[in-house]
Nanobody, 115 residues
Framework: QVQLVESGGGLVQPGGSLRLSCVAS????????MAWYRQAPGEQRELVAS???????EYADVVKGRFTIGRDNAKNMAYLQMNDLKPEDTAVYFC?????????WGQGTQVTVSS
C-alpha cells in the first residue's frame, strides 16, 4: 500500500509559478517511478511529467521548457516546478505511482491560472 499526499496548488496569474509537492509512504520510494497527471473540467486525465528511479524525466510536449519534475529520495518526495503558467494549465493535478502493478493516486491539488 502506498499513500500519496500532494500540496502546493493555488491561484496564480498567467506567467506566474507554482511548486507542487507529493510525499509518498513506503520504504521502497527510491524504486518508484513518480508521475504528475492533471485533469481539467470535462477533459480526460493526462500525463504531465514522470521521473524514474534513475531520475530519467519525461514531459508532455505542452509543458516542456516550463515545468520541471524532480525527486528528493531522502524525503520520499516528488515535486513539480511549474513556471510561465498559462490559463490552459488550470486543472486538478494528481501525483501517481505504479507499484507492483497497482496504480496509486493522491487526492489531487487544484491549480488555477487566471488574471
Amino acid at each position: 500500500q502506498v499513500q500519496l499526499v500532494e500540496s502546493g496548488g493555488g491561484l496564480v496569474q498567467p506567467g506566474g509559478s507554482l511548486r507542487l509537492s507529493c510525499v509518498a509512504s513506503g520504504k521502497f520510494f527510491t524504486l518508484y517511478t513518480m508521475a504528475w497527471y492533471r485533469q481539467a473540467p470535462g477533459e480526460q486525465r493526462e500525463l504531465v511529467a514522470s521521473i524514474t528511479s534513475f531520475k530519467i524525466k519525461e514531459y508532455a510536449d505542452v509543458v516542456k521548457g516550463r515545468f520541471t519534475i524532480g525527486r528528493d529520495n531522502a524525503k520520499n518526495m516528488a515535486y513539480l516546478q511549474m513556471n510561465d503558467l498559462k490559463p490552459e494549465d488550470t486543472a486538478v493535478y494528481f501525483c501517481n505511482t505504479n507499484w507492483t502493478r497497482v496504480d496509486y493516486w493522491g487526492q489531487g491539488t487544484q491549480v488555477t491560472v487566471s488574471s
